[in-house]
Nanobody, 121 residues
Framework: QVQLVESGGGLVQPGGSLKLACAAS????????MGWYRQVPGKERELVAT???????KYADSVKGRFRISRDNPKETVYLQMNSLKPEDTAVYYC???????????????WGRGTQVTVSS
């Protein structure tokens, strides 16, 4: 089994910054893609940013130039540095990790429980 623990959410004023972290743990053979998604009530979960094991990144247009995703492979941790935050960035942010558990032939998608980010004055 693979567990994901997110941290770093909270309340911030517009223009401020937050950094989210998500650590994977458990019976892991290998971690592949890692990413962040977000969801607001009444809307579908949307991609924020992803990063491959080789470091290639992808961002939603709405966060390009403001957010930066990174990862620490030995620690199996993914980060999301969020700058110039806007009220429309308010959402629950979910960590997503593609990982292969030890003893299994395939990788699976795992989700964190989510962390609330609120941007408000």
């Amino acid at each position: 089994q693979v567990q994901l623990v997110e941290s770093g959410g909270g309340l911030v004023q517009p223009g401020g910054s937050l950094k989210l972290a998500c650590a994977a743990s458990g019976n892991i053979f290998r971690v592949y893609d890692m990413g962040w998604y977000r969801q607001v009530p009444g809307k579908e979960r949307e991609l924020v940013a992803t990063i491959t094991s080789g470091g290639s990144t992808k961002y939603a247009d709405s966060v390009k130039g403001r957010f930066r995703i990174s990862r620490d492979n030995p620690k199996e941790t993914v980060y999301l540095q969020m700058n110039s935050l806007k009220p429309e960035d308010t959402a629950v942010y979910y960590c997503n990790v593609e990982a292969r558990p030890r003893g299994r032939a395939y990788e699976y998608d795992y989700w964190g429980r989510g962390t609330q980010v609120t941007v408000s004055s």
